[in-house]
């Protein structure tokens, strides 16, 4: 239904969806991030109700309540009991049973007041979060190939990486499902080891991950803990092994270093909430993978990472 509102002082014509349609007809109507409700009794006259942006008071997340005495201003009598001590929730099912209830009080000359009423309210249910990333990757990777061991790296290389997030806010705004990759290296240079192996290699680290991301949303800067899985896949991989005889002579060692690690992941940080819930994030992570059965030749080898990361999520 198109109608002329006006919305931060400006007027417009928009399309309001219908929530309920009767004595007292319910519309919706959602700009900039925002969602507005506007009631319209029988004499055409709309009342828009919208709910502010969070505020920040002494570091603090500070929600808006001006719309609940609006909405009890105008129901008054007729608010079901179970708002009467309590906030009213600020969603669409809420003020259609609100507005049922004001039907059902005013409605007394037996006929069915209530023409239309929306049966799937608050539709959208998921949101979605994506976030770019960059930081730094510390590698740890130890080849348990050979009879001697102990060849053990320490491996520092950039880290990019993207992350999508999916919430479900009438759940838990504070809970959400985090998808992810990261793109990182390994160089390690040739290193002399005591039992007369050198070694050096080379590889590009791709690690998808998918797990759990735990937001504390009372403050706007915001402590966070994440856990999941994570596969690495070790790519364009180049490795030399020098078995030294003497310092002339030595033979070349064969040995690849594994494609593939599973394990586990977890992190601690905070994100920095800034307006319409983008945010900068911190996180400090570690990649713990497992060894397989060593029926490989490089299938005992062991890899973990520790990652820094400093990053932007933006809503889509």
Same mark, same amino acid.
């Given at each position: 239904?198109?109608?002329? &509102?006006?919305?931060?002082?400006?007027?417009?014509?928009?399309?309001?969806?219908?929530?309920? $349609?009767?004595?007292?007809? *319910?519309?919706?109507?959602?700009? @900039? =991030?925002?969602? #507005?409700? +506007?009631?319209?009794?029988? @004499?055409?006259?709309?009342?828009? *109700?919208?709910?502010?942006?969070?505020?920040?008071?002494?570091?603090? &997340? *500070?929600?808006?309540?001006?719309?609940?005495?609006? %909405?009890?201003?105008?129901?008054?009598?007729?608010?079901?009991?179970?708002?009467?001590?309590?906030?009213?929730?600020?969603?669409?099912?809420?003020?259609?049973?609100?507005a049922k209830k004001y039907h059902q009080a005013l409605c /007394?000359?037996?006929?069915?007041?209530?023409?239309?009423?929306?049966?799937?309210?608050?539709?959208? &249910? %998921?949101? +979605?979060?994506?976030?770019?990333?960059?930081?730094?990757?510390?590698?740890? #990777?130890?080849?348990?190939?050979?009879?001697?061991?102990?060849?053990?790296?320490?491996?520092?290389?950039?880290?990019?990486?993207?992350?999508?997030?999916? %919430?479900?806010? $009438?759940?838990?705004?504070?809970?959400? %499902?985090?998808?992810?990759?990261?793109?990182?290296?390994?160089?390690?240079?040739?290193?002399?080891?005591? @039992?007369?192996?050198?070694?050096?290699?080379?590889?590009?680290?791709?690690?998808?991950?998918?797990?759990?991301?735990?937001?504390?949303?009372? +403050?706007?800067?915001?402590?966070?803990?994440?856990?999941?899985?994570?596969?690495?896949?070790?790519?364009?991989?180049?490795? /030399?092994?020098? =078995?030294?005889?003497?310092?002339?002579?030595?033979?070349?060692?064969?040995?690849?270093? $594994?494609? !593939?690690?599973?394990?586990?992941?977890?992190?601690?940080?905070?994100?920095?909430?800034?307006?319409?819930?983008?945010?900068?994030?911190? $996180?400090?992570?570690? @990649?713990?993978?497992?060894?397989? =059965?060593? !029926?490989?030749?490089?299938?005992?080898?062991?890899?973990?990472?520790?990652? *820094?990361?400093?990053?932007?999520?933006?809503?889509?």
């Amino acid at each position: 239904m198109s109608r002329k &509102v006006s919305i931060s002082g400006a007027e417009k014509i928009v399309f309001l969806e219908y929530l309920i $349609r009767g004595l007292m007809s *319910v519309y919706y109507y959602k700009y @900039d =991030d925002r969602a #507005y409700y +506007f009631f319209e009794k029988e @004499d055409g006259q709309l009342q828009m *109700v919208t709910k502010e942006d969070d505020k920040i008071v002494d570091n603090m &997340v *500070v929600p808006d309540k001006r719309y609940d005495g609006e %909405l009890r201003y105008l129901f008054q009598s007729t608010l079901p009991e179970e708002y009467k001590n309590k906030p009213i929730d600020y969603n669409q099912k809420t003020i259609i049973g609100i507005a049922k209830k004001y039907h059902q009080a005013l409605c /007394t000359s037996g006929e069915e007041c209530i023409v239309y009423e929306n049966k799937t309210p608050d539709a959208k &249910v %998921l949101e +979605f979060e994506l976030g770019v990333y960059g930081g730094l990757n510390c590698s740890e #990777y130890a080849m348990n190939g050979f009879a001697t061991g102990g060849h053990k790296f320490s491996l520092y290389y950039p880290l990019l990486g993207l992350n999508a997030m999916t %919430l479900y806010p $009438r759940f838990s705004k504070s809970l959400s %499902l985090s998808m992810g990759v990261s793109l990182s290296g390994m160089d390690a240079p040739e290193t002399r080891f005591q @039992d007369g192996l050198d070694i050096k290699f080379s590889s590009l680290v791709v690690t998808p991950s998918l797990g759990l991301k735990y937001a504390y949303t009372k +403050f706007r800067l915001r402590p966070v803990l994440e856990a999941g899985i994570a596969y690495a896949m070790l790519l364009n991989s180049k490795s /030399t092994v020098k =078995d030294y005889k003497s310092e002339t002579y030595y033979w070349i060692i064969d040995h690849e270093l $594994r494609k !593939t690690f599973f394990g586990t992941y977890a992190g601690v940080g905070f994100d920095y909430v800034l307006k319409k819930r983008n945010y900068f994030f911190v $996180r400090f992570s570690g @990649d713990f993978f497992t060894k397989s =059965d060593g !029926t490989e030749v490089s299938g005992g080898d062991k890899m973990k990472a520790y990652k *820094v990361k400093l990053g932007y999520v933006f809503v889509p």
